[in-house]
């Protein structure tokens, strides 16, 4: 394990207790995370609100991390409370004409189909697009969904169940051609823009939102990111801030939060608008170490430790007889997670004895999901699968 992998798994204690291999589902808490919040929490158990600019001072540090993760710039990032939150901003805030499309996936986690499905109240249409029958989803396969009335497509960067990767550069180059096209074409209010769950990638594999011409983003931070529930990040590309007119504004959505409010009053110029009101301060403190946390090795070493770990796994389930269900076929479509299945017994029972013999996994899709993040080692991986029925 090269030393800056080292140093990460030295922030993490529960590996002494546990084999944890469940970063789809929460992540364990880091000593750096650990610390931060307590920072938080001493300072204002001793001096209550006086911190309060160096509250918002950290809020922009964290900002400054969660661009540069995404390659964004700071001023079109928000924080918000969870995935879900991002996702309804948009859904809710684009101006949906009856008849206009909204293309999904059929297989999505619930958060990402929910927010456009509420849409068929405003006249909208939901496009579902299915996995095909090796458990994938192709661009091809969305794009031939993608109509004249499609306004948007709303995807996962990696599938919550089995771990299938979307080729997103893939999806946004073609995308874009379309809205060029349509643009030559004077058709540019035709254009279909894209919004990306991110939370089961983000902080185990790198994603650009340039490279991939991402217009939204939302994740929250408790998966791969290695935060807390409750602080998440939303991505809204600069020249889109207008097309969302949401119901998620309020006092502090104004570029004054304290000044005294009129109907005039001007918004945020940039996304902070969508941070809408009082955020978790002690999360915020936490999520800025976990950001810090994840800068340390750098985005290359973490996907590639991540990836040779599921590898391992991956072989060594099938060695033993288990049907792997994550498409695994072509590299550029795994990720952190790999979903597997026993030949006689169900996912379940077989979650509860992994958890009694010291191994944290969980059953999704079918199957037992196994998630393991860069400060996992090769050594725990043949451990855990010494421990398998
Ligand atoms: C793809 C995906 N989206 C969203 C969520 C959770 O959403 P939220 O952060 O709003 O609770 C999960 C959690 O498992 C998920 O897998």
Same mark, same amino acid.
């Given at each position: ?7 990460? *798994? ?11 291999? $469940? ?99 405003? @006249? ?15 661009? %091809?396969?969305?794009?031939? *969904? ?16 089995? @771990? ?7 999806? &946004?180059? @073609?995308?874009?051609?379309? $809205? ?35 217009? !939204? ?12 529930? &409750?602080? &998440? ?39 902070? *608008? ?12 936490? !999520? ?21 770990? =599921?590898?391992?796994?991956? %072989? @060594? ?23 597997? =299945? ?15 013999? &010291? ?16 400060? $996992? =080692? ?12």
């Amino acid at each position: 394990m090269p030393d800056a992998l080292s140093a990460l *798994r030295a922030a993490f204690p529960v590996a002494s207790r546990w084999i944890y291999f $469940n970063h789809a589902a929460v992540a364990p808490v880091a000593l750096p995370v650990e610390a931060a919040v307590a920072e938080f929490l001493r300072e204002a158990r001793e001096h209550g609100s006086a911190g309060f600019q160096a509250w918002l001072a950290r809020r922009e540090a964290a900002r400054q991390a969660a661009a540069a993760l995404i390659g964004a710039r700071s001023s079109e990032v928000a924080f918000t409370t969870c995935t879900s939150q991002g996702l309804i901003t948009v859904a809710e805030g684009l101006r949906l004409q009856p008849g206009d499309e909204i293309v999904c996936l059929q297989d999505d986690f619930p958060a990402n189909r929910i927010p456009w499905w509420r849409q068929v109240r405003r @006249g909208a249409r939901v496009v579902e697009v299915p996995r095909d029958e090796s458990g994938r989803v192709t661009p %091809q396969a969305i794009l031939a *969904r993608v109509g004249p009335r499609t306004r948007l497509v709303a995807v996962s960067s990696v599938l919550y169940d089995h @771990g299938f990767r979307l080729d997103l550069p893939a999806l &946004g180059a @073609g995308l874009a051609a379309r $809205n060029a096209a349509a643009a030559a074409e004077g058709r540019g209010a035709c254009e279909t823009l894209l919004c990306v769950d991110a939370i089961q990638s983000l902080g185990a594999l790198p994603l650009d939102v340039e490279a991939c011409h991402i217009d !939204f983003l939302s994740a929250d931070s408790h998966k791969w990111l290695l935060g807390l529930e &409750g602080i &998440g990040l939303f991505y809204c590309r600069a020249s889109r801030l207008e097309e969302l007119d949401g119901p998620l504004i309020s006092w502090w959505s104004y570029a004054q939060p304290f000044a005294p409010w009129t109907p005039e009053s001007p918004l945020q110029p940039d996304a902070r *608008r969508f941070e809408y009101a009082v955020l978790p301060v002690a999360v915020l403190y936490g !999520f800025e170490a976990a950001l810090g946390l994840l800068a340390a090795p750098g985005r290359p070493a973490i996907e590639q430790q991540i990836l040779a770990l =599921t590898e391992r796994l991956a %072989q @060594g389930l099938a060695a033993r007889g288990w049907t792997v269900l994550s498409p695994r076929e072509r590299p550029a479509e795994r990720s952190g997670i790999v979903t597997a =299945t026993h030949p006689s017994r169900p996912a379940r029972e077989l979650v509860e004895r992994l958890t009694a013999a &010291g191994v944290q996994v969980t059953w999704r899709g079918g199957g037992v999901r196994f998630s393991p993040h860069a400060w $996992n =080692t090769s050594e725990e991986v043949d451990r855990l699968l010494e421990r398998l029925p």
